[in-house]
């Protein structure tokens, strides 16, 4: 920079001239950090709600599916078909099965 | 790097900072300030970082300057780069002492390098990686710049001469 004296005065004079110049203070940046907290209780809250507020559904009668029809045979002799109503099957006979056992 | 080092580097550099900020808005004291503050916020909310720790101030002063550029354009004051290699003349009479206004008078690039270099003490390469130029386009503005300017205030000497 050989031959920049004066430049270089008209520099250090505005330098000086800013001397005078008040420096705003370093200012205290508040950053928007993400912060686990708030997810982790939005969560949280969510979660409490559904436990608390969810109604509990009421249970509905199942309705019956299977009818049974048997032929019982009382004291007398007689037979008589029952009839019961009910929503599964304990056990089952082929109505053709005595044909295997009589047969 | 963590905040606090973050904080160590920009407090250390903040009086420069503000004055180049400033240079960057016209001189305008309140704009610079606000290029200031948001140009801390891009850097602790993690816009931009530090990659380099020895380059702080050519980074710093990358970020001032075009959120300056941002902030000028906001406000509808930026010129085009082709205004900025128009030559400009002195028009009216300036103060001597004036030092803002004369260098106000110089076109926007060679502004810039001029007060990198001979007011905060940059080489013309850190001045390049500030502005994102090559290192001759560089070197041209300073060139041009540094005759610019020596023109304008001998210019001024002589009207302040001839005034009196």
């Known amino acids: 920079m050989g031959n920049n004296e004066q430049l270089e005065r ?67 002799q007689n037979q008589h078909f029952t009839i019961e109503e009910s929503t599964f099957l304990e056990t089952w006979e082929s109505p053709t099965a005595s044909l295997l056992t009589e047969y | 790097m963590n905040r606090s080092q973050l904080d160590h580097i920009l407090k250390a550099h903040h009086r420069d900072a503000y004055l180049w900020a400033r240079q960057c808005c016209s001189f305008e004291d309140e704009m610079a300030k606000d290029v200031l503050q948001l140009s801390y916020l891009k850097i602790l909310e993690g816009q931009a970082k530090l990659k380099d720790a020895s380059k702080a101030k050519t980074w710093l002063f990358s970020i001032i300057r075009y959120t300056a550029i941002d902030e000028l354009r906001k406000a509808g004051k930026v010129v085009s780069l082709m205004d900025s290699y128009d030559p400009i003349e002195i028009i009216e009479e300036v103060d001597g002492t004036n030092y803002e206004e004369i260098i106000k008078l110089l076109p926007e690039m060679q502004r810039e390098v001029i007060l990198m270099v001979f007011y905060h003490q940059m080489t013309i390469a850190q001045s390049a990686e500030i502005l994102q130029i090559g290192l001759g386009t560089a070197r041209t503005h300073y060139d041009r710049g540094k005759k610019k300017l020596k023109e304008l205030i001998t210019k001024v000497q002589i009207q302040e001469e001839y005034g009196k």
């Not at chain 1, 000086?16 to 203070?25: C, F, G, T, W, Y």
């Not at chain 1, 370093?26 to 969510?46: H, L, N, Q, Y």
Request: hydrophobic share 45%; charged share 25%.
């Open chain 1, 10 to 76: 008209f520099f250090d004079q505005m330098k000086k001239q800013d001397e005078q110049l008040e420096i705003p203070a370093f200012p205290e940046v508040k950053t928007r950090k993400f912060s686990f907290w708030i997810p982790a209780g939005i969560a949280a809250s969510m979660a409490f709600a559904f436990l608390f507020i969810q109604k509990p559904e009421p249970i509905e009668p199942v309705s019956p599916e299977v009818v049974i029809i048997t032929l019982q045979e009382d004291e007398n």
